[in-house]
Every structure is written in structure tokens, then in C-alpha cells.
């Protein structure tokens, strides 16, 4: 009778173990969304007197220049020590000076890319106002 009890006592609590788990909750999943891109991007194409072009976006928020020429990618930073807009990087200085777009390939000296930015009559005119 002893060994009924003990086996049936054993039986009991192997029964509760199990029996007495109640699926919880599920796992809350949480997801953050993705924090929105506050740079302050801009974008710009220009054209030389041959026809090439060179595609220039700065992020003026991290302060650096992606320039897109003939299939190649350069990626700049800016010099704050030079006037208006400059960037570079060890081997090349991209810069926008007074309307002037070049970009350099400083250890040979050679011009990859100029053009002089054409100004367009969109808000550069002031008007008279009666």
C-alpha cells in the first residue's frame, strides 16, 4: 500500500507539473520604427561644354559630398577651411565656387570634371514693386 501511495503521490505531482502551466501571453513583439531621415539633402546635375555629366549629392547634415562621374563613385568631406563648397578626400577635391563645379584629382593635378553653373531666371531677378 506504501509503494500504491508513493507511486500514485509521484503520478500527482508529475500530473500537476504539467497540468498547471498555463500558456501565458505571447511574447510581445516590438518593433521601433525606423527613425526618419532628417539630413538635409541635396541633389544636383551638371553638364560640362562636352556634355558630360556629374551628379553631386550633399548631405549638409554629416557634411559630405557623393559624386557620381563616368560610372564612378568618389565619396567627400567637407572642408570647412576652403570657401563656399568644398570637399574632399586624399585623392580628389570636388568644390562649387561661385558657380564654378570642379572636380580634381589632387595628387596629379588633373581636372576630372568643370563646368560654370548656368543661372537660371527663377528667383534671381528682383522685381519692382508699385
Same mark, same amino acid.
Given at each position: 500500500?506504501k509503494k500504491l501511495f508513493i507511486s500514485a503521490l509521484i503520478g500527482l505531482a508529475a500530473l500537476s507539473s504539467t497540468a498547471c502551466k498555463h500558456p501565458g501571453?505571447?511574447?510581445?513583439?516590438?518593433?521601433?520604427?525606423?527613425?526618419?531621415?532628417?539630413?538635409?539633402?541635396?541633389?544636383?546635375?551638371?553638364?560640362?561644354?562636352?556634355?558630360?555629366?556629374?551628379?553631386?549629392?550633399?548631405?549638409?547634415?554629416?557634411?559630405?559630398?557623393?559624386?557620381?562621374?563616368?560610372?564612378?563613385? &568618389?565619396?567627400?568631406?567637407?572642408?570647412?577651411?576652403?570657401?563656399? &563648397?568644398?570637399?574632399?578626400?586624399?585623392? &580628389?577635391? &570636388?568644390?562649387?565656387?561661385?558657380?564654378?563645379?570642379?572636380?580634381?584629382?589632387?595628387?596629379?593635378?588633373?581636372?576630372?570634371?568643370?563646368?560654370?553653373?548656368?543661372?537660371?531666371?527663377?528667383?534671381?531677378?528682383?522685381?519692382?514693386?508699385?
Open positions: 500500500m501571453k505571447e511574447a510581445e513583439i516590438v518593433t521601433e520604427a525606423a527613425p526618419e531621415n532628417r539630413d538635409e539633402i541635396s541633389k544636383d546635375v551638371f553638364t560640362d561644354s562636352y556634355g558630360e555629366k556629374i551628379e553631386v549629392t550633399i548631405n549638409h547634415t554629416k557634411g559630405t559630398a557623393t559624386i557620381h562621374l563616368e560610372g564612378k563613385t &568618389y565619396d567627400l568631406k567637407k572642408s570647412d577651411a576652403l570657401p563656399e &563648397y568644398t570637399a574632399s578626400n586624399e585623392e &580628389y577635391q &570636388y568644390s562649387n565656387i561661385k558657380g564654378n563645379i570642379t572636380l580634381l584629382k589632387k595628387n596629379v593635378d588633373m581636372v576630372l570634371f568643370h563646368a560654370k553653373r548656368e543661372k537660371n531666371g527663377s528667383g534671381s531677378a528682383k522685381m519692382a514693386s508699385y
